[in-house]
């Protein structure tokens, strides 16, 4: 009867790849009695249902991974689902054969079919030469194992603490760089996309649809975190890992780096003993997947959450992610490949890794486009428009000068960069992010003075490039004003807006009489993913016992139209002393507001300058 089974497979498998009956019918052969007791027709229906199921079983295996193999040629076909009665059976590879009169698969291209589809399913080995290029690119020929443990030592895991379930635990000081840019993309998908979820091509669907403008007018995210269920952060996350990949690969592709030898039940066991102290343990380990399909890839990421969530995790997409860009291209991208993209002695990410998970290349500097340092030289910025933006304490430190492209994505959510940590900023309603009528007339000032810029972020220009900026834009200083801001042989952007604030409308200026013009108020929230010590004391639990957890704060922000906080104060002591009585001059400054200073406040004011900040419990951390 078994060989009479295996005719009959071969047969049903041909059938169902063919999508038609054969040509001739197979003639009778004779088989053994069935046992006493069982009916021949029990037999024979026993004996038909079993090679459905198995045909089904061979032909889901096959289509599933069709898009990946060596184009093979297969008529259309309607897949027959197996029976819900009983789960199908795995057909060994010595059981698929073709029939010879049967055109389509072969023997051969159904077995090499199946051992691609188990070859796809654990990935390739990673190459030896290709694992030592990639350790030396990212941690240089010499290393720490305090950089070493750091990086081996921090998984991409939620917080347990309701307050902050939304967000993603930090252990280490080096991967903060990672975790950071993930968590931006995971809040995209959790505040925006939270009820579109399950959809593998989630990223695609709402690229195609324009989502910026379809959410920005109506749209706002709730706050209510502790509703979020572990498979809807898990989907955000898979959604967010997804989208970095594939923008690395520019669309195209994703590689997926895992680890070999480990089912997901077995992950952190596997990992217990792992020590990853050089290429050749890379190379010992590490398995890759190059996917085509987004949805495959999606279900390839999701399968993998436990090892990502291991010891390894951030480890292992930093890999993902340089593999998927294409080691050839991230060493293009950088000013100066020699150095690893893990900078010593602390072991943190650098801007390299942070705008290759932002923007999907390496480029190690945030102003917009390239900068011409004259003679064939150049540097190298952000290339267009970004999903989520990156704003840094360095630039209101004069060390560096974020571009518009980072500091306008299409969702109101930011990387924040201090001088040895990220953190995230981001706000419920995309509203934040629209300008008003001075602050795009203040945007089209700036990226017209930025393009004359040539000081490496410095903030001045010459004078020829102001004489430019001044035609570009339709500006008219009475020849006396011009004549004082070019005394100096620069002009300085400070200078230069402070004239432009007392220059009437009519002449190119933003001199308001009203004095409201652009004045703005919203609330947006800063999330550091380190744990702390906090105390864990609540109105409801009454508890006081530190314990470990990543900080959420809410802070309410508010955007006078010109004022600075001293020329506030100003305005209130002259109004004071002058005895007005009819309030006029105070009517013009805008309402008072108790103001705090952390150098989160600093952050934010590189994004909306003069902003005034104000938050309930302990100052908010950007370390």
């Known amino acids: 009867m078994g060989d009479r089974e295996e005719d009959d497979l071969q047969m049903a498998l041909g059938m169902s790849l063919q999508g038609s009956p054969p040509a001739q019918p197979e003639p009778k052969r004779s088989k053994p009695p069935p046992p006493a007791g069982v009916s021949l027709d029990m037999e024979t229906e026993a004996r038909r249902k079993q090679r459905e199921l198995m045909a089904a079983a061979a032909e889901k295996r096959l289509r599933a991974f069709a898009s990946s193999l060596v184009a093979v040629a297969v008529a259309p076909r309607r897949p027959q689902p197996p029976p819900a009665e009983a789960p199908a059976p795995e057909v060994a590879k010595e059981e698929v054969k073709a029939d010879p009169e049967q055109p389509g698969v072969s023997v051969e291209e159904a077995k090499e079919e199946i051992k691609e589809v188990e070859v796809e399913k654990q990935g390739e080995e990673l190459p030896l030469d290709v694992a030592e290029k990639l350790w030396v690119m990212v941690f240089g020929t010499v290393v720490s194992k305090a950089v070493l443990a750091q990086w081996s030592n921090q998984g991409i895991r939620f917080s347990s603490d309701a307050e902050t379930t939304m967000g993603l635990v930090q252990h280490e000081g080096g991967p903060c760089g990672v975790l950071a840019t993930v968590q931006a993309y995971v809040l995209k998908y959790i505040l925006f996309f939270s009820d579109d979820l399950g959809n593998p ?11 910026r403008r379809f959410y920005q007018s109506s749209f706002a995210a709730r706050d209510d975190f502790s509703s979020l269920t572990d498979d809807r952060k898990t989907r955000a996350l898979v959604h967010a890992m997804l989208e970095i990949l594939f923008l690395c690969g520019t669309g195209k592709r994703a590689v997926v780096a895992s ?21 050749m343990d890379w190379q010992k380990v590490l398995r890759i997947s190059t996917f085509t399909s987004r949805k495959d890839a999606f279900n390839s990421l999701l399968a993998n959450i436990p090892m ?10 930093l890999i993902s992610a340089l593999l998927s860009r294409g080691l050839e291209f991230i060493q293009a991208d950088r000013d100066d490949p020699s150095q690893p993209l893990v900078t010593a002695p602390f072991g943190h990410a650098s801007q390299e890794i942070v705008n290759l998970l932002l923007c999907g290349e390496a480029v190690p500097n945030v102003f917009d486009g390239k900068m011409d340092l004259g003679g064939g030289m150049s540097l190298k910025g952000i290339p267009n428009d970004v999903e989520v933006g990156f704003l840094t304490l360095l630039e209101s430190l004069n060390l560096c000068k974020v ?38 007339r203040e945007s ?40 004082d801001l070019c005394n100096a042989g620069i002009i300085v952007w ?32 800063h999330f550091n993913g380190i ?9 409801n639990t009454g508890g006081s016992s530190p314990i470990q957890r990543p900080r959420l704060c809410k802070l309410n922000v508010s955007v006078p139209p010109r004022w600075t906080q001293d020329e506030y104060l100003a305005d209130v002591v002259s109004a004071s002393t002058s005895g007005s009585k009819d309030g006029s001059v105070l009517s013009l400054a805008p309402p008072v507001q108790t103001s705090q200073h952390a150098p989160l406040v600093d952050c934010i004011r590189t994004r909306w300058p003069r902003a005034v900040c104000s938050w309930a419990g302990d100052m908010p951390s950007i370390v």
Request: glycine share 10%; charged share 20%.
């Open 201 to 211: 091509e989630l990223s695609d669907l709402f690229y195609a649809l324009g989502q």
């Open 259 to 279: 680890i070999g030898g480990a089912n997901c039940a077995e992950t952190a066991a596997f990992l217990e003993g792992l020590s990853v102290e050089s290429a």
């Open 308 to 317: 990502f969530e291991s010891r390894l995790g951030a480890m292992i997409f």
């Open 403 to 440: 571009g518009r492209y980072l500091k306008c994505p299409k969702w109101p959510i930011w990387v924040l960069g201090s001088e040895s940590h990220y953190t995230v900023l981001f706000a419920l309603n995309p509203n934040v992010q629209e300008e008003n009528e001075l602050e795009e």
């Open 444 to 483: 089209k000032i700036r990226m017209a003075f930025d393009a004359q810029d040539q000081s490496g972020g410095g903030g001045f220009i010459s004078i020829e490039g102001f004489q430019q900026v001044l035609r570009d834009t339709n500006i008219n200083f009475p020849s006396d004003r011009f004549e």
């Open 494 to 525: 400070s200078e230069f807006w402070q004239a432009l604030l007392q220059l009437d409308k009519t002449a190119g200026g933003t001199k308001d009489p009203t004095g409201l013009m652009g004045k703005k108020q919203f609330t947006i929230y």
């Open 531 to 539: 744990a702390k010590s906090v105390l864990n004391g609540t109105a």
